[in-house]
Structure formats: C-alpha cells, structure tokens
C-alpha cells in the first residue's frame, strides 16, 4: 500500500466521521485534501488582505495578466495556476458541477469567472508559457478581511492544504490585529509561512527610516510569536526600488520543488490535525449554541440534571394522566391488583398453618378419648389462632403498609394529596379479619399436598377480596375528587409538561453532541465496520474521474441597459427645527431635575455638556476609520499645515482634540492631561491582571514588569497587555511623578506625546490650539486611534467620542476601501447614532492618488456607497481625496481639485446645517430622558400597588405553613417513622 493511498484512507476516515457527525464543513475539506493527495498537487497558496496585491503578485510571477486585480474586492474564490501543456481554465461550480474552457482569450474567462463567488467555488487555471516551475501550483485566495463572509470562508478553507503560504500585507496596513492572529493561527499548522509587505514604494523616508519600519514590522510580529520563514518587502510598481525582494520570493517559488516530497508528507499531516482539532471546536461550538439558545429555560445548574429533570418529566406525565377522565380509577385499581398479586401470603410455614387448621375444622377431627370434646375445641382454637395470627402479620408487613403508601403516592402523583388525607389513610382500619377469610375455606375429608396449594390460593383470594373491599369506597372517592381537580391542574400541568420536554430535549440534545465528541478519537484509532464501509465508499468516489465538459472560451458581451434607473431626487423632509435658546434652557432644566436621582448622573451630565456647547457655539467634528487609513494626515490636510504626526505604524495612542484659540491658549501650544493616579492604577492592573500578576500600586507595577514581559502567552489577546506594560515601564520613571496634571508644552513636544506609547500611555487626553479656517467656525477636530490597532485602548476611548460627536468624518483607505474593520466600526456606530445623524456624515477615501486612471477611482468611490447603504445610510456623501497632495496644495498656494469641492461642500454644512442638527439631537436626548422617568415613575406607582397585594399573599403562606406544621405535619412524620420502624423489625 502505498503512502499516498495510506494517506487517502486515513483522510477518509475523517471524511466520514465529519459526515456523521453533520459537520459539513469539514467534510467538504476533507475532499479538497483528498484531491490534492490524488492530483500530489504542491500548492504554494497567496493569503492577505483584499488589494494588498496578492493577484499582482501571481500575475508577476506567472509572466501573464491572468487574474483580475483591483483596488476593491476581486478574487471571490480560490484561483489556482500551474503550467501545462494548453491553456485552459476549469470552472468549479458550487454544485460540484465543472466546465473547461480552451482557446483564444480564456484568460477574459477568467477574470470574469474569478468575480463569480456566489456560484463559482474554484478556478484552476492551466497555461502553457506560466514562469512557474513543473509540478507547482500557485493559489490566490480571497481577501481575510474582505466584508464577505463567503469570501473569507472561501480562503480559510482552502489554506490548510497549501504547501507553503505567502501572507502578503499592504504597506501601510502592516500592523493590524488580523494580520498577527491570521498569521499565528497559519503557523499552528503549517510552519512555511513567509510575509510579504507589498507596495513599499508609498514608503516616505521623511516620516522614519525603511529600517526603523523594518525594524517595527519584525518586532511587532515577534511580539505576537509570529516567526516567519522569511518577511520581504515588495514592489511591483517599482521595480527598481532598492529595497525590494520580489525577486527573493521568485527564487523562493522556483526552488521550492526541492523539497517538495518532504513538505507534502508533512503537510497532508498537518492538514489532518486541522481538520480534526477544527472539528472538535465545531462539536464544543454545538454544545456552546445549545447552552446559549435554551439559556432562558435551562439554568447553569440543570445542566448536570438529566436525571432530575427526566423524573419530573414523567411524574407530570403521570399526573396529568391520573387527573384525566377515570384514569386514576383506572391506574389503582391496576398498581393495587400488581401489590396483592406480589404479596407473598403463602410461604412453607404459612402453608403447614394453613394444613394443621384445615385439618382441626374437619368434622372427623378429635384430639384424645378422656374428655375428647374439649381437648378438640380447644386443639381447633389453637391451630385457627396460629393462622390467625401469622397471616394478620404477613398481610401487614405485605399488604397493609404498601396499600397505605401506594395510596398516598397516588394522590401525590395526582396533585391532590393533602396533610389531612395522609392523616385519614395512617388512621384506616387495614387490619386482615381472619374470619372473613375462614369462612371461604370449605374444607374437604380428604387433605393433601396438592389441596393444601388450592387452599393456599383460596386463602390468597380471600384476602385479596378484603382489601379490595377496605379500600374500593376510597377509590371510588378519590377517583371523584381528581377528575374534579383535573380541571383545574390540566392547563398549568400541560405547560409545565412542555417546559420539562423542552428542558430534557435540550438536555438529550446535549449528551449527543458531548458522547460524540469521546467518540471522534476511538473511532479515529479503530474505526467501527459502518465507518470502514463510508470510508471505502468515500475513497471509490474520490478515485473516479471527473467529467468535464470542454468547450471553447467565447467572452460575453454584456449588454448595456436601455432603460436607466430614474434616480429620484432626494428631498430631505422639513424638520421642525426648535429654538436653539429654548432647546438649552430646557435641556439645562431637565438635567438639573434628574441629576439626583440614582441612575440618571451620566444622562445629566451628557445635557449639561451638550447645552453648554451649543450656547458657547462649540462643535466636535470627529474622525474614525482604522488605524493606518490616513485620518492623521487628512487632519493636517484640513488644517492646512503638518500638525500631526503620520507613520505606516499605529500612531494615534491618545484623543487629541485640535482646538480653537483663545486669551489663555495660545496658537501652536497643547494642554496634555496625565491621567490620575487612580485611573493609572486601574488600567496598569488590568493589563498585570490579564497575565495573572497582581499589583497593589504603580511601583509594585513596575518592579515587577520584567516578570510581566516573560510570561508565556497561550491567549494571542494578551500580546496587547504585554505591549502597554512595555510602554509604562519606559514611561513610568518620567511620567508617574506628573500624573494628575496638565502639561502645557510647545508643538515639537506635544509631537512626542501622540506618537510615543511610553508617552502616551500616561495620557487621557490632549487639547492642541490652533489657529486655522477650520477652528475659526468654532469646531474642535478629534482625531481618535484607529478601529482595528494592535492596542486595545485605542479602540476603547475612540468610542467615548462617537455620541458626543456633533459631526463625524469617517476615513477608510483606497486600498483597503471599506474593509472589515469598517464594517465593524460602522456597526458600532449606528448602535448610538440615528440613522438622520449617520446620514450627515462624510466619509472620505483616503489616497485617491492612487487609481490608475478616474474611472478606477470611481469604481471605488461606488464601490463604498454601495457598502454604506447596506448599513442604512441613504445618501452617504464619499469624496475622493488625496491627503498629501492636498496637504502639499495648500502648502504651495496651489489648492488641489478634490480637496477643494470636498471643504466647500464640509464648510457650508457647518455652516448652514451643523447648528440645526445639534439643536435637534439635544432637544431629543432631552425627550428621551423625559420619557425615561416618566416610566420609571410608572414602575414605581405600580410596584407600591404590587407591594400591597404581595405583602398579602406572603401573609396568607405564612398562615398556612405555620397551621401545617403546628398541626398535622408532627403526627404525619410520627406516624411514618413507627410504619418504618415497624417494616424493620418484621425484616
């Protein structure tokens, strides 16, 4: 048996324990690695961000324009090229169907094809005059960040069975959060993981040096444990760009088929372990959802409760069953004919009683000759007293003490059991009369063995026949008084049925998925007979070939629309707009009102600052966006002037508020506010606390970051930890002494205090004064730190900003338009913003400079307002802007195009829009806390009324456990005990 074929059975195996455990998923996988075991297809697979350049890149190394590339999304599904002996491409739809197109101009196919993720799953591309070398495949995946989750399933699923994985980065989009988790979780399993930072031409030595970015780049991915085979830096652009490596990854590709054979085995390996610890999360990830969806019904503790849960089932079962018509009649007339028939009334003893007696009641019996008659009698009495006597015992301890019980246990499997009918069955009279069950003994002359076991069974009749006449009148009279509660308990039993069905579904549900799971790893090392045969099946299916239809490549020509979309004008409705004098006052009035009252200190203190602002004619503009999209360098392209720092790396680690002059702050100075000590503490501990080390004050911190800073990490979170705590142990001799205070310093520092996290991890807030267009309209701009950093914080304070917001400017980069960190940020915006105030936002892609041509940078402006207008936003206004060049504009008296109509359409909505929108959204904040204690007072009217009738109820219970248990609870219990007692001593 050869290893591939060993390998194919073993990937079977998988493949059908995926099956039978539903995991389609995986299953699907499964056969992806099967054909690349059967084709010994060595894959060396492209990853990374949408636009980061991935297509180029196999573009570049093919020698040929096959695949499409774009500044937005392209490839929205798995594209493979290889050489081969004609062109062709293979089309691989979603339904497991295939076409080959051959001919002149199948490329055109395949950029069109390449675009298809909805009903394309697969690309594979043969071309005859490919560079690459025989036997390798090169793969280009969707974008991990793209805002498709068809296209990000697209790549995760297909990049465990790549040989050797290239995971390329846009330049200025290096140091995002994804790249190091997407990369540490590809090294998990596959360690011939290289790094490409592509685009390296947009590198400015005037912002750092290509080595300190270099330098940052390693250290950033060291931090995280991401240790590559290799990282370069790329341009496809420029060629000659004397850092570029593109010819470093060309020797790569051409020399991996050296070790192609050794890297398959190890990787097919790796591939296996994926899929089965992929698996095992799917099977956890069902156990979670089922907790999370019954979490309303099931509580934490019943999860451990099958049995319970499983008992009270059936008991409201049995009850609703017994309340039901005649059944309670019915089902102890059948428990109680089950107790008499087990009794056991007529053992050896019993039956040589039984012999003695008969034998004494015959008519030839004597006893002696001298005074015969009285010796008789007397012998006669003595043997019908023996009788007596032992079965009157054995109908007691067989008979007697489980009628009693099997009574109550009915009632209570009814519901209706009550104190004073338990009292009512210990106090009835179940003693056996021993005459009754003599008299239906009628004795013959003759008395054998065989006629002592018929009178043995007429003695067990007879006895049958008294407790059956005891207790046919209860029957008859609890059997009334159910089917009369019946009514009365059917409804609310029905519901409490359905509730315990549900709870013990879920449960049911639960073991399933948990027995699965101790399953997967027995069946793995010794797969049962029905997994041997699905495997065998499954490898039958794999072997066979496939049926492709070939047909010659003819390029669509599609047809323009003869009727155009009539795009009507979008009339923005009246809006009342109210008193800006009176919206103050009132809002002022209702803060006032409400700030006392527990719960309403935050709203109180939200209308107080809004109000303030608007009398005082201030208003914040703020900028959000990811990190690295340009928002830094846009502000200095509103301002007029380079205020702010610009760097490739995450820079903004502080809100810095660009602020309006006055008397007291002059131009071109900052106000940098230190956070307390208080606040220090608490965020300097979170951080210690994340890696498990306490820390009772700001030097116990920093005596003990060294320890910090070697603690192993199993969570990639946590890396954000260890990067704060690096930043306050530089920090911390400089800064600690000064916290609390505000540091009033010139630009140059101010500078420092932004971009330096040993700086600016000390810091809450910075205020910078100056003079420009923009300040003189009142306007205070807030650049926040980037949506997707690499530093927690950064996102958190971002967000304290949105709801104070008056205006927002919302920034996302050409090559990145609209990625998923967007889409995320713009979510959590519109958890605070109405859907007016997002329709007043602009939103601004950055580096428009970058298109190829106007019709590019189009596409990619539609591309966004495309994107917008899924999340609501009906008229998002997009303007396409270059931050250098209009920075470079203003700088040189020559203003640029773009920027202009951009500031004159930004300035006339200040001016005429921004007052008028701020008025209103206090005046509702001020309607919304109105309404807010209008219903609280409501609650609170209602509770006292509920309070009155509540106290009443508890009184009433409290009467009636008090008579239970003064009462009739003691003589119940005593009772029970001596019944114990006595079924003890007569074992």
């Given at each position: 048996?050869?290893?591939?074929?060993?390998?194919?059975?073993?990937?079977?195996?998988?493949?059908?324990?995926?099956?039978?455990?539903?995991?389609?998923?995986?299953?699907?996988?499964?056969?992806?690695?099967?054909?690349?075991?059967?084709?010994?297809?060595?894959?060396?697979?492209?990853?990374?961000?949408?636009?980061?350049?991935?297509?180029?890149?196999?573009?570049?190394?093919?020698?040929?324009?096959?695949?499409?590339?774009?500044?937005?999304?392209?490839?929205?599904?798995?594209?493979?090229?290889?050489?081969?002996?004609?062109?062709?491409?293979?089309?691989?739809?979603?339904?497991g169907s295939a076409v080959k197109f051959s001919g002149h101009g199948f490329s055109e196919g395949v950029k069109a094809y390449s675009k298809d993720g909805a009903e394309v799953s697969l690309v594979e591309i043969g071309h005859t005059e490919s560079n690459l070398p025989e036997g390798i495949t090169v793969m280009d995946t969707p974008g991990v960040d793209s805002t498709d989750d068809a296209h990000r399933l697209s790549t995760e699923s297909s990049l465990h069975l790549a040989d050797l994985v290239f995971y390329t980065m846009d330049y200025n989009h290096v140091q995002s959060e994804m790249n190091f988790r997407f990369t540490k979780e590809l090294m998990r399993y596959n360690s011939n993981v290289y790094l490409i930072i592509n685009q390296i031409d947009k590198h400015r030595d005037s912002e750092l040096s290509f080595d300190e970015?270099?330098?940052?780049?390693?250290?950033?991915?060291?931090?995280?444990?991401?240790?590559?085979?290799?990282?370069?830096?790329?341009?496809?652009?420029?060629?000659?760009?004397?850092?570029?490596?593109?010819?470093?990854?060309?020797?790569?590709?051409?020399?991996?088929?050296?070790?192609?054979?050794?890297?398959?085995?190890?990787?097919?390996?790796?591939?296996?372990?994926?899929?089965?610890?992929?698996?095992?999360?799917?099977?956890?990830?069902?156990?979670?959802?089922?907790?999370?969806?019954?979490?309303?019904?099931?509580?934490?503790?019943?999860?451990?409760?099958?049995?319970?849960?499983?008992?009270?089932?059936?008991?409201?079962?049995?009850?609703?069953?017994?309340?039901?018509?005649?059944?309670?009649y019915v089902n102890f007339e059948k428990e109680r004919n089950e107790l008499l028939s087990n009794a056991g009334l007529a053992p050896f003893e019993t039956r040589e009683l039984l012999k003695d007696h008969l034998e004494a009641k015959s008519p030839k019996f004597k006893v002696g000759l001298l005074f015969g008659a009285k010796k008789t009698a007397e012998e006669r009495e003595k043997r019908r007293q023996k009788l007596n006597d032992n079965i009157s015992g054995l109908a007691h301890t067989q008979i007697e003490i489980y009628m009693k019980s099997l009574m109550k246990s009915s009632l209570k499997q009814a519901g209706i059991l009550t104190d004073e009918r338990s009292l009512k069955i210990d106090n009835m009279d179940l003693t056996l009369p021993f005459d009754e069950v003599d008299e239906q003994l009628h004795v013959q002359e003759v008395i054998t063995g065989e006629t002592i076991l018929n009178y043995a069974e007429q003695m067990k009749r007879a006895i049958h026949l008294v407790y059956k006449r005891k207790t046919d009148k209860w029957k008859q009279d609890m059997s009334v008084i159910a089917k009369k509660s019946g009514g009365e308990q059917s409804g609310p039993l029905v519901e409490t049925i359905a509730v315990l069905q549900e709870k013990v579904d879920a449960l049911k549900e639960m073991n399933k998925w948990q027995e699965r799971m101790e399953w997967v790893d027995k069946e793995i090392a010794n797969p049962s007979a029905p997994t041997r045969m699905g495997r065998d099946q499954l490898v039958r299916e794999w072997e066979q070939p496939k049926k492709i239809e070939t047909i010659d490549y003819v390029a669509k020509v599609e047809e323009q629309e003869t009727t155009t979309e009539e795009v009507e004008e979008v009339v923005e409705e009246e809006r009342q707009i109210v008193d800006s004098e009176k919206a103050i006052v009132h809002a002022q009035h209702i803060a006032e009102s409400v700030e006392a009252i527990p719960g309403f200190a935050e709203t109180a203190s939200y209308l107080m600052t809004k109000a303030d602002r608007l009398k005082g004619q201030e208003f914040t503009v703020a900028l959000f966006g990811a990190f690295s999209a340009g928002k830094s360098s846009f502000s200095n392209a509103l301002i007029g002037e380079k205020v702010l720092p610009v760097s490739p790396n995450p820079t903004t680690a502080a809100i810095n508020r660009i602020r309006p002059v006055s008397e007291t702050h002059v131009h071109n100075t900052a106000d940098i506010h230190l956070k307390d000590v208080a606040t220090m503490t608490e965020d300097v501990a979170l951080s210690f606390g994340a890696l498990g080390i306490d820390i009772s004050s700001l030097e116990d911190a920093f005596n003990k970051t060294d320890a910090a800073m070697k603690q192993p990490l199993e969570d990639e979170n946590l890396h954000i930890h260890k990067s704060f705590i690096s930043a306050f142990q530089r920090g911390y001799p400089l800064y600690t002494p000064a916290l609390g205070t505000t540091l009033t310093v010139e630009r140059e520092e101010f500078t420092k205090f932004v971009a330096q996290e040993e700086r600016s991890c000390f810091v809450d807030s910075i205020d910078f004064f100056y003079d420009c267009p923009l300040t003189r309209h009142g306007i205070t701009l807030v650049d926040t730190p980037g949506a997707d950093s690499i530093n927690a914080r950064h996102t958190d304070v971002a967000f304290e900003y949105i709801r104070n917001a008056d205006a927002i400017l919302f920034v996302t980069y050409y090559n990145h338009a609209f990625a998923r960190a967007d889409r995320e940020f713009l979510i959590q915006l519109g958890r605070v913003k109405d859907a007016f105030e997002l329709d007043k936002m602009f939103f601004i892609v950055n580096a428009i400079d970058l298109a190829s041509n106007e019709e590019e940078g189009e596409e990619v402006k539609g591309f966004v307002a495309g994107e917008l207008q899924k999340f609501g936003i009906r008229n998002p206004r997009v303007h396409g802007i270059s931050s250098l060049e209009a920075l470079e504009g203003k700088l040189t008296q020559q203003p640029n195009p773009l920027?202009?109509?951009?500031?004159?359409?930004?300035?006339?909505?200040l001016e005429h829009d921004l007052r008028a929108q701020v008025v209103q959204a206090l005046e509702e904040e001020t309607t919304k806390t109105i309404d807010r204690l209008a219903s609280l007072i409501d609650r609170t009217i209602q509770n006292r009324s509920r309070k009155a009738e509540r106290l009443e109820e508890l009184a009433t219970a409290e009467k009636a456990i008090k008579e239970r248990f003064e009462k009739s609870a003691s003589e119940i219990l005593v009772k029970s005990t001596q019944d114990e007692l006595s079924e003890l001593h007569s074992r």
């Open positions: 048996m050869s290893t591939n074929h060993e390998y194919l059975q073993q990937s079977a195996t998988y493949g059908q324990i995926f099956s039978n455990n539903e995991d389609d998923e995986r299953k699907a996988k499964t056969t992806l690695l099967a054909n690349k075991i059967i084709d010994k297809e060595y894959t060396i697979a492209f990853a990374g961000h949408f636009s980061a350049g991935k297509s180029s890149t196999i573009n570049a190394l093919t020698g040929d324009d096959l695949l499409p590339s774009s500044p937005i999304p392209t490839s929205a599904n798995i594209v493979k090229v290889h050489k081969a002996d004609e062109d062709y491409a293979i089309i691989h739809r979603v339904d970015f270099k330098k940052s780049v390693e250290d950033s991915f060291k931090l995280w444990g991401v240790e590559p085979k290799g990282i370069f830096y790329t341009s496809l652009k420029q060629l000659d760009h004397p850092h570029n490596d593109f010819e470093k990854v060309k020797a790569i590709v051409d020399g991996s088929i050296e070790h192609r054979e050794e890297n398959f085995e190890q990787n097919i390996e790796q591939s296996l372990l994926k899929l089965k610890d992929e698996h095992m999360k799917y099977l956890q990830q069902q156990v979670d959802d089922l907790k999370e969806n019954h979490s309303e019904i099931l509580s934490e503790s019943e999860w451990d409760q099958f049995e319970e849960l499983n008992q009270d089932l059936k008991d409201a079962k049995k009850r609703l069953e017994l309340v039901s018509g005649d059944e309670f920027m202009v109509d951009f500031e004159e359409k930004f300035y006339s909505f």
